[in-house]
């Protein structure tokens, strides 16, 4: 999902703010095959033109919000590479149903093409399992309107950082994190879009201290992985240190 593995979410690594941690876990070089990869929307920290080229023979399909299928033709992607969907569309990849789901925020690569294409959240169904992710957004009816047509889901991957109370349109805090989880349906919060760049005024930390607070205080399961540690679905707990705390 929105494989973003360069140096910097700008159009050149130069001109943009850096990753906090100087390796990632796992080089796009010794990643296996890719049966298929999610895109939120186009935004420079979620579709990233480095990661996706390195990306290109090893994955069979990129699933997209409408539009952003653009940005890969361009690229030299295979049309049959691509599909692009609009919100509530349903499609099967194999056994696993993917449906491209609404999202309050906006999107555009450069000065002329602001909302050209569109942004959306995801949901995954498997037999066994159901997973959310919210993309970019902010807060609002949404996320219960899809809880009550897919959930309740495993697993929210939510979106917690990079906020000011004045996005609050297209950013969520990290209160409206949990109440956002609770609303979807999701038995554990994964909060994410906090750990890797500054794009926002807070501290690096303040997204994941304020949102465990707030899911300690609302009895909300949440997971904190730390970077580049695995969640196993069918595990009963997931990893929950506070590994940011000894940095």
Not at 10 to 16: N, Y
Not at 28 to 46: A, M, Q, T, W
Not at 80 to 93: A, P, R, S
Not at 164 to 169: F, I, M, P, R
Request: aromatic share 12%; charged share 25%.
């Amino acid at each position: 999902i929105d494989p973003m593995l360069g140096e910097s979410p700008a159009p050149h690594p130069m001109i943009g703010v850096k990753r906090y941690n100087k390796e990632i876990p796992i080089e796009i070089e010794n990643l296996p095959f890719i049966d298929f990869v999610i895109i939120s929307h186009d935004h420079y920290d979620h579709l990233d033109y480095e990661s996706v080229m390195k990306l290109k023979g090893k994955v069979g399909k990129f699933y997209m919000p409408l539009g952003v299928g653009t940005h890969f033709k361009s690229w030299g992607f295979d049309e049959n590479q691509i599909l692009e969907l609009d919100w509530w569309d349903e499609t099967m990849e194999d056994n696993i149903k993917l449906v491209c789901t609404p999202s309050r925020h906006f999107s555009g690569r450069g000065l002329t093409d602001r909302s050209a294409t569109l942004w959306s959240s995801w949901v995954i169904l498997s037999e066994k399992k159901k997973i959310y992710f919210s993309g970019d957004g902010g807060f609002g009816p949404h996320f219960k309107e899809i809880g009550d047509k897919y959930g309740p889901f495993d697993v929210g991957l939510m979106e917690c950082g990079q906020y000011n109370k004045n996005w609050a349109q297209i950013h969520m805090m990290p209160e409206q994190t949990v109440q956002a989880t609770i609303d979807v349906g999701a038995q554990w919060l994964v909060p994410v879009h906090w750990g890797a760049f500054t794009l926002s005024l807070h501290d690096w930390t303040d997204p994941i201290e304020r949102v465990s607070a707030e899911a300690k205080r609302k009895n909300v399961n949440i997971s904190t992985p730390a970077i580049g540690e695995t969640i196993v679905l069918e595990h009963s707990l997931f990893p929950n240190s506070v590994w940011w705390k000894g940095l």
